[in-house]
């Protein structure tokens, strides 16, 4: 059974920073791809950011140079630093783990992050 422990969301002013935490059990996390993606009140599901089973790592337009994502595949763990938060950010964070080979895919349950003075 795939289980995922999200942390690290909470209120924010702008410009602050947070860093959100991912910690997935039941699959072979070094052959996963690890990404983070965000859903506002209204919107789609958008893409934040992506790392590869290679590290390689990919962002939104919105978020480049302000999150880095990264793993840490002892704690079959990826992380996302978030810095110089906007209201803009607000939104539920999802964690998702996508096999290398793309036929599984699986979700985390959200952690809210919220930036607002």
Do not use: H
């Amino acid at each position: 059974q795939v289980q995922f422990v999200e942390s690290g969301g909470g209120l924010v002013q702008p410009g602050g920073s947070l860093r959100l935490s991912c910690a997935v059990s039941g699959i072979m996390f070094r052959f996963y791809n690890m990404g983070w993606y965000r859903q506002a009140p209204g919107k789609q599901r958008e893409m934040v950011a992506v790392i590869t089973s290679r590290g390689s790592t990919s962002y939104a337009d919105s978020v480049k140079g302000r999150f880095t994502i990264s793993r840490d595949s002892a704690k079959n763990t990826v992380y996302m630093q978030m810095n110089s938060l906007k209201p803009e950010d607000t939104a539920v964070y999802y964690c998702d783990a996508v096999s290398a080979a793309g036929s599984a895919t699986y979700w985390g349950q959200g952690t809210q992050v919220t930036v607002s003075s």
